[in-house]
């Protein structure tokens, strides 16, 4: 990963679109853990890197005690709302490789669409600083499949047009993530799994999805109209009854950091 990014304030100002058109994640991980990884509703999760809330909502509504750690006051602000329908759930400045969690404090440490902008060597002691003796690292991503479809392949060349930095560094959506968390379970190793899940999406979810990414030209970028006005001819190529159909691979790593 290009270190020169600010990878704490390149998501200022899209906070509010990454937490209401973000995909969040299916119950398959769930049910995932509960089998393979030994969780349970009682399990205390500790969310890096949370941003808007939408991993740590997951374990929410499965029970869990949850305890985010975000650095960026804009989308900690947005995980802060969820406290209204999760009262015990905290929210804290912070960052993967300085949490200002307590010592042994979590069952699983999680991570939703954020390890990549980790320092895996720094991070490393800090997760298992966090962790319980037994504790578990969880890494999670929604991919969006950039084919499959004409849809699909015709989002990913209007990303690559008019994407700031989209080609040079994004890669996300085609980073070899067994590659990315290799080192950071070193030879402890890590367990893997994947589900498919789509998202049928209206004209503004789809351009909300969009410019909730990191690499979408906001307002007042020369690229930013223009892409907009690309989009709108695209879902009027392709949509069907109103809505177009996005498609995602949630890919799970879990294991123990090695020492």
């Not at 209401?20 to 399990?43: C, F, M, N, Q, V």
């Not at 209007?158 to 980073?175: A, I, M, P, V």
């Not at 030209?217 to 907009?228: C, E, K």
């Amino acid at each position: 990963m290009n270190t020169t990014l600010d990878s704490t304030s390149r998501f200022s100002g899209r906070a509010g679109v990454y937490a209401r058109y973000r995909p969040g994640y299916p119950d398959k991980i769930i049910d995932l853990l509960r089998a393979e990884a030994g969780w349970s509703e009682e399990a205390t999760v500790a969310d890096i890197g949370a941003g808007t809330g939408l991993s740590s909502e997951l374990f929410l509504r499965h029970g869990n005690r949850v305890w985010a750690v975000e650095p960026n006051a804009e989308m900690r602000a947005e995980a802060e709302a969820l406290r209204e329908s999760y009262p015990g759930f905290l929210v804290g400045a912070g960052t993967a490789e300085a949490t200002t969690l307590p010592d042994a404090f979590a069952d699983f440490a999680v991570s939703g669409q954020a390890f990549h902008w980790f320092d895996a060597n720094a991070c490393r002691p800090e997760f298992l600083r966090i962790l319980k003796p037994q504790g578990l690292v969880v890494l999670m991503w929604n991919k969006r499949l950039t084919d499959g479809s004409a849809f699909l392949a015709a989002y990913e060349e209007l990303l690559e047009q008019f994407g700031t930095d989209y080609k040079e560094h994004w890669g996300s959506e085609r980073r070899d993530l067994a590659a990315l968390v290799t080192p950071f379970f070193g030879e402890s190793g890590f367990r893997t799994a994947s589900f498919g899940h789509q998202r049928h999406l209206d004209l503004v979810e789809l351009t909300g999805g969009m410019l909730s990414a990191s690499y979408a030209p906001l307002p007042g970028h020369p690229n930013h109209d223009p892409m907009i006005a690309a989009l709108g001819e695209l879902f009027s190529r392709f949509a069907h009854d109103g809505r177009v159909t996005i498609e995602y691979q949630s890919t799970v790593y879990w294991g123990r950091p090695a020492l």
